[in-house]
């Protein structure tokens, strides 16, 4: 699980990330990233609707999602907010398949990253 300072709770800052920030894509996730700088910890949300799958499939998504963020925490900048949007394909992909939600988080994250410093 994320430490609460590290999460994005209020509707309003998904909306604002989603839609005034940048987007990577990878085959199973969409990482939504806003760079506003100050001193405030890195936000992250994560959003996986019913067309991923069950109940179960989607909280397990949720699951690989939250631990790519986890592995992911201290290479961020301060003050970024981060929305991870889970595709279909996340929750169809059968174990021992590469990529898995989690790797492919940290993929996103590295090419938002990558986009923000150009």
Same mark, same amino acid.
């Given at each position: ?11 309003? !800052?998904?909306? *604002? ?6 987007? &990577? +894509?990878?085959?199973? %996730? =969409?990482? $939504? ?6 001193? !405030?910890?890195? *936000? ?6 019913? &067309? +991923?799958?069950?109940? %179960? =499939?989607? $909280? ?17 900048? &301060?003050?970024?907010?981060? %929305? ?35």
């Amino acid at each position: 699980m994320l430490p609460k300072a590290h999460r994005l709770t209020n509707s309003e !800052d998904f909306r *604002r990330t989603i839609r005034s920030g940048q987007r &990577s +894509v990878t085959p199973t %996730v =969409v990482v $939504h990233s806003t760079f506003d700088g100050g001193d !405030d910890p890195a *936000r992250f949300g994560v959003t996986v609707s019913k &067309s +991923v799958g069950g109940s %179960v =499939v989607r $909280h397990r998504v949720a699951r690989q999602i939250r631990h790519g963020i986890l592995g992911k925490l201290v290479d961020v900048p &301060s003050g970024s907010r981060w %929305v991870i949007r889970a595709l279909p394909a996340a929750g169809a992909r059968r174990s021992g398949e590469a990529p898995s939600p989690g790797t492919d988080v940290q993929a996103g994250i590295e090419l938002a990253l990558r986009g923000a410093s150009r």
